[in-house]
């Protein structure tokens, strides 16, 4: 699917993936000016158990249990200090609980021993951490204003594909693609306004491009 779209901009004459970034990034800035991660955290230590517990859920689920998470929760030292069933029962709606719990515990403790109760600073370091793997990583980095690399989530997938921008369906080589194409100044942004995108227009199984801003003359899936 995706390996046509990229030959389908080729064959409308819309210009290639380089040419047409930078207009449909402003246009969609323009669009979701409110694109911004939809995780609400108060702390970088809060960020990082948001995005852990997001793994497998949506961001609305994830911050409906970190509203209470969060109060009965305040510093690393208060993950470890209940039995790991009770926190278990915390996290229980956010999906893949024991597991989520285990990497919270493990992630926690090395923050306390070796990072002074702070999220590393460093990327390396962050993807040492148990249950962080890139697509984690990388939202942190953005977030703290230090982007890294490219969020790839199913969004990204889905858009980066129907826009011609990358033929790969691995996240990692889809990022691979987007990091050469997207302006490194762009790189924090540019998955939210994919996101948002994908949660208003251009939904997975029915894109609703009469009313999308690319449609015209940027993107090579559109239906209209
Ligand atoms: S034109 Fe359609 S397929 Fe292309 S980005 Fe817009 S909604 Fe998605």
């Not at 926190?87 to 493990?106: C, H, M, N, P, V």
């Not at 697509?135 to 942190?140: E, G």
């Not at 490219?150 to 691979?176: A, C, M, N, Y």
Request: glycine share 4%.
């Amino acid at each position: 699917m995706a390996r046509s779209y990229v030959a389908e901009a080729r064959r409308r004459g819309l210009g290639t993936r380089r040419e047409r970034i930078r207009p449909i990034v402003e246009r969609l800035a323009a669009e979701h000016e409110d694109a911004t991660i939809a995780l609400r955290f108060r702390s970088d230590v809060e960020l990082l158990i948001s995005v852990m517990l997001s793994a497998q859920t949506t961001d609305v689920n994830v911050n409906r249990v970190t509203e209470t998470l969060f109060q009965k929760y305040r510093r690393p030292e208060d993950y470890l200090a209940v039995p790991v069933e009770e926190l278990e029962r915390d996290i229980f709606q956010t999906g893949f609980f024991r597991q989520k719990a285990k990497s919270l515990r493990g992630t926690m403790q090395i923050l306390i021993e070796d990072y002074d109760g702070r999220v590393p600073e460093d990327f390396d370091a962050l993807l040492r951490l148990p249950g962080v793997a890139r697509k984690t990583a990388n939202v942190v980095m953005a977030e703290r204003g230090n982007a890294q690399g490219i969020v790839v989530d199913t969004h990204v997938r889905r858009l980066s594909q129907r826009l011609g921008f990358t033929r790969q369906e691995d996240p990692v080589k889809i990022e691979r693609d987007l990091i050469r194409l997207v302006p490194r100044e762009d790189w924090a942004r540019f998955p939210h306004l994919l996101i948002w995108h994908g949660r208003r227009v251009c939904d997975a199984r029915r894109p609703a491009c009469e009313r999308c801003v690319l449609a015209a003359d940027l993107c090579p899936s559109t239906r209209v």
